[in-house]
């Protein structure tokens, strides 16, 4: 079982592909609550030189509020991440996490329903890009 759905975009720069996956999770009532760019990060800390390479933390805050309700030490795996990054040139590569697969070894039923529906939205945040 993947973990992640992923879809790959051509033609663009790295900042629109990033523009367009927020205005993707936007659409599907996802709020970006953190941008990390590993690429600034990794230099600045190790002066290494990396690929460009963002993570978003997309939070749909209904469904993190019932999950919430529903197993209170859910936060350790909110909010869902979602990857933008560009090995080659004009090549990127967007990621969600798939939260089912993360959640399933949580035994709550209720937590399970709720990442199932959040699963789609992911999903098709990442078929609309």
């Keep these: 079982m993947d973990y992640y759905f ?4 051509s033609n663009t720069t790295f ?9 993707a999770l936007e659409k599907e009532g996802f ?8 690429k ?4 600045k800390k190790l002066d290494v030189n990396f690929y460009n390479y963002t993570i ?3 939070c749909n805050a209904p ?14 795996m909110l909010p869902c991440n979602v990857i933008i990054q560009e090995k080659e040139p004009g090549n990127i590569e ?20 709720i990442a ?8 098709r945040v990442i078929e609309n890009l």
């Design 116 to 123: 199932v529906e959040v699963r789609d939205k992911l999903q």
């Design 15 to 23: 900042d629109k592909a990033i523009e367009k996956t927020i205005n």
């Design 56 to 58: 978003l933390g997309a």
């Design 6 to 9: 992923k879809t790959t975009i």
């Design 31 to 38: 709020g970006v609550l953190t941008e990390i760019d590993i």
């Design 94 to 113: 967007v990621s969600a996490v798939d939260p089912f697969s993360s959640m399933v070894s949580v035994e709550n039923k209720s937590l399970g329903d």
């Design 63 to 76: 469904f993190a509020y019932k999950a919430l309700l529903a197993e209170d030490k859910i936060g350790t």
């Design 40 to 43: 600034s990060t990794l230099k």
